[in-house]
T-cell receptor
Framework: AQSVTQPDIHITVSEGASLELRCNYSYGATPYLFWYVQSPGQGLQLLLKYFSGDTLVQGIKGFEAEFKRSQSSFNLRKPSVHWSDAAEYFC???????????????FGTGTRLQVTL | DADVTQTPRNRITKTGKRIMLECSQTKGHDRMYWYRQDPGLGLQLIYYSFDVKDINKGEISDGYSVSRQAQAKFSLSLESAIPNQTALYFCALWDRENIQYFGAGTRLSVL
């Protein structure tokens, strides 16, 4: 069974500083990997995804993530954080059927990002 | 973009009551999911459905049931609600590009 670990429960960064949110996964093959963001009182919005190919993926709002198979990691980064980035961030791994279809997602417990001005 | 609608958005009920949360989509996708979110626990999968005749239990299905009335509708029921089912519930669906889209959520309080 797959699993996801987000070791940082809460991170505080200053506006304009760089950001890296950690995500480690466990899965028997190459997984589908996702980062979602949740603003207070809102649903989850997809930031970016990795299925295959280039291990550095670009997402919305200036975010990027890098898939590192050797480290089983998929860390999320942003060069310069804006106050509006304050939210909760979830990493997720998708189980992949042999047809290439994802069957279900397993989520990490989330990292809450606070941005100070 | 997928359109996932959850009703109600907020609900307060009492212990022992039966309650149904509804989810509908307008994009014709087959795979639909129900999650529960609790603070510090992330999202946990309750049930998922690949089509009308294919319903599967997730990690935490005890105390819940589902109904896939049509391709577009996937309802979650609590037959006898208990306080520890107080949580935020999300419906989601996968599109054909393997992207999962979420509804806005239903905040349920069981007193």
């Amino acid at each position: 069974a797959q699993s996801v670990t987000q070791p940082d429960i809460h991170i505080t960064v200053s506006e304009g500083a760089s950001l890296e949110l950690r995500c480690n996964y466990s899965y028997g093959a190459t997984p589908y990997l996702f980062w979602y963001v949740q603003s207070p009182g809102q649903g989850l919005q997809l930031l970016l995804k990795y299925f295959s190919g280039d291990t550095l993926v670009q997402g919305i709002k200036g975010f990027e993530a890098e898939f590192k198979r050797s480290q089983s990691s998929f860390n999320l980064r942003k060069p310069s954080v804006h106050w509006s980035d304050a939210a909760e961030y979830f990493c997720a791994v998708g189980a992949v059927k042999n047809t290439g279809t994802a069957s279900k997602l397993t989520f990490g417990t989330g990292t809450r990002l606070q941005v100070t001005l | 973009d997928a359109d996932v609608t959850q009703t109600p958005r907020n609900r307060i009920t009492k212990t022992g009551k039966r309650i149904m949360l509804e989810c509908s989509q307008t994009k014709g996708h087959d795979r639909m999911y129900w999650y529960r979110q609790d603070p510090g626990l992330g999202l946990q999968l309750i049930y998922y459905s690949f089509d009308v005749k294919d319903i599967n239990k997730g990690e935490i299905s005890d105390g819940y049931s589902v109904s896939r009335q049509a391709q577009a509708k996937f309802s979650l029921s609590l037959e006898s609600a208990i306080p520890n089912q107080t949580a935020l519930y999300f419906c989601a669906l996968w599109d054909r590009e393997n992207i999962q889209y979420f509804g806005a959520g239903t905040r349920l309080s069981v007193l």
